[in-house]
């Protein structure tokens, strides 16, 4: 073991730096046990948390996905649990109050190594599984198009349906001519002699059934084209209805090509936690590696904003909201100010360096407001003293 980093240890006694040799080490090694014996309970309780994130990566399909992050989780917990027996066992508890200090510390490291990993793990594997819904959209789609073919052959058969309609128009004319025919033999009959009345009078008695007969079959056809017109009304509406949703999917599909952009870009940001939803990305900075203990930009820090900056570049129509948090430690007017001061300091950087318009950088010092983790642990004041750099899509 190199170094141990100053954000998962969250001891800001001695800074770190990677290939300081002893020295360094030695430093480390005093700030160590100069700190107080971490309690057994909240090892166990840390090794337990770390098992619950293996388990939850792996629920997540990591082992599939995110293979070395896994067989990293992995590793690190066994080690885990190797020195907690070892801090248990006879020799571990005659052992000497600094030696017990590092073997804790030891184990407290290696527990959280373990529980990143496993964390980083999951996120991966939910990132490809996000990918996977995205084809079932795909799908989703092809079925409107099938509906929409659907109902293209009911259009054919409605044209079909009017074609009927015409044939029976000339049902109609027929009849028409039929009754014009009658009329000429009424004519015709008036003129014969009074013993042929009785047949007279059989045939209009023969022509008001047939005018019958030709009514009923008319508004029988007349309600059959009514029916006919309500159904293709039914159906036109339907289509209007299918194409809207179609329109809809095509929209939802475009969003989350662009949040899968934007999740893929933010991810190259090194040393940031990224997060992208709603048309809403957020990183969150933790403020043991973006700061120096004068509360000066780190080395690592400005490359973590070199990495925004480009994001931010990438992405130009959104504004910028820079939120800075602290712990509970001091008082409210204290953390307030300071959690101002380093908002600034990132805003000034993102400006300066990178040319983002300062009309587009929002920054604000929240203080010990909005803690994501207990203020109990060094670990929970760890995450919370932390900087959020939030970009709306600008839609």
């Known amino acids: 073991m190199k170094y141990i980093e100053s954000k998962v240890m969250s001891i800001e006694c001695v800074p770190l730096r ?19 014996v971490m309690a057994q309970d909240s090892l166990s309780q840390l090794i337990a948390e770390a098992a619950n994130a293996i388990e939850q990566a792996r629920k997540a399909s990591a082992e599939a996905y995110a293979v070395d992050d896994m067989a990293a989780a992995r590793s690190w917990f066994t080690q885990a649990e190797r020195a907690n027996s070892s801090a248990n066992s006879l020799l571990g508890r005659v052992a000497t109050d600094r030696q017990k200090k590092a073997r804790e510390n030891e184990i407290f490291f290696f527990a959280s190594m373990a529980k990143a990993k496993a964390m980083t793990a999951e996120a991966k594997a939910k990132k490809v599984t996000t990918l996977t819904e995205t084809g079932n959209v795909q799908k989703v789609l092809t079925e409107y198009q099938g509906m929409i073919r659907i109902a293209t052959e009911r259009a054919a058969e409605a044209s079909k349906a009017r074609s009927e309609i015409d044939r029976a128009r000339e049902t109609q004319a027929r009849a028409d001519a039929e009754r014009r025919q009658l009329a000429e033999a009424q004519k015709r009959v008036a003129d014969i002699d009074a013993q042929r ?25 007349q309600e059959q084209e009514a029916r006919r017109a309500a159904e293709r009304q039914r159906e036109a509406e339907a289509a209007r ?95 307030k100010d300071l959690s101002g001061k380093r908002a600034q300091k990132v805003r000034e950087y993102l400006a300066k360096s990178h040319g983002i318009p300062e009309s587009r950088l929002a920054a604000e010092g929240v203080g010990a407001a909005e803690p994501v983790a207990t203020n109990a642990t060094d670990a929970g004041r760890a995450l919370n003293r932390r900087v959020e750099v939030s970009v709306s899509s600008g839609k």
């Open 18 to 36: 990677r290939g300081a040799g002893w020295v360094t080490l030695l430093a480390l090694l005093a700030c160590l046990f100069s700190s107080p």
């Open 197 to 221: 009345s009785r047949e007279i009078a059989q045939a209009q008695q023969k022509a008001a059934e047939l005018e019958a007969q030709k009514a009923r079959e008319m508004a029988a056809l």
């Open 241 to 335: 209805a299918s194409q809207e949703q179609i329109a809809q999917m095509q929209a939802k599909l475009q969003a989350l090509e662009q949040e899968k952009a934007m999740l893929a870009a933010g991810a190259k940001v090194p040393g940031a936690t990224f997060k992208s939803s709603d048309g809403k990305a957020v990183f969150t900075l933790l403020v043991a590696s973006l700061f120096l203990p004068a509360n000066d930009l780190s080395p690592a820090g400005r490359k973590t904003l070199d990495g925004v900056g480009a994001f931010l570049k990438a992405y130009p129509d959104g504004a910028v909201s820079i939120r800075s948090y602290t712990d509970d430690r001091g008082t409210p007017a204290a953390n």
